[in-house]
Nanobody, 115 residues
Framework: QVQLVESGGGLVQPGGSLKLSCKVS????????VGWYRQAPGKERDFVAS???????DYAESVKGRFAISRDSAKNTVYLQMDRLQPEDTAVYYC?????????WGQGTQVKVSK
């Protein structure tokens, strides 16, 4: 039903930047929030950032000051600008749309930070 497609991942050096995109198959204001999560090999999927229907943003402590979430409602797209990337940011990044108790997930996009 609800489809989300992430893009923008890749390989960057420490200190570099990437901008991820999450294209949603319907109006993003249909959801309470749209957010980004990440999962490194052998670890749990962790919260990164979110934006709710009113525009309020939230960030994991580890990315505050480095990452910024934004949206373009006309394109049904949510972005994650990632600056000053570090090796510990390496993970598959997933987009999630939430309403009530229902969550929809994308397939993920790989981010690797390495020299």
């Amino acid at each position: 039903q609800v489809q989300l497609v992430e893009s923008g991942g890749g390989l960057v050096q420490p200190g570099g930047s990437l901008k991820l995109s999450c294209k949603v198959s319907e109006n993003i204001f249909n959801f309470n929030s749209v957010g980004w999560y990440r999962q490194a090999p052998g670890k749990e999927r962790d919260f990164v950032a979110s934006i709710n229907v009113g525009g309020r943003t939230d960030y994991a402590e580890s990315v505050k000051g480095r990452f910024a979430i934004s949206r373009d409602s006309a394109k049904n797209t949510v972005y994650l600008q990632m600056d000053r990337l570090q090796p510990e940011d390496t993970a598959v990044y997933y987009c999630r749309a939430n309403i009530l108790s229902r969550n929809s997930w994308g397939q993920g996009t790989q981010v690797k930070v390495s020299k």
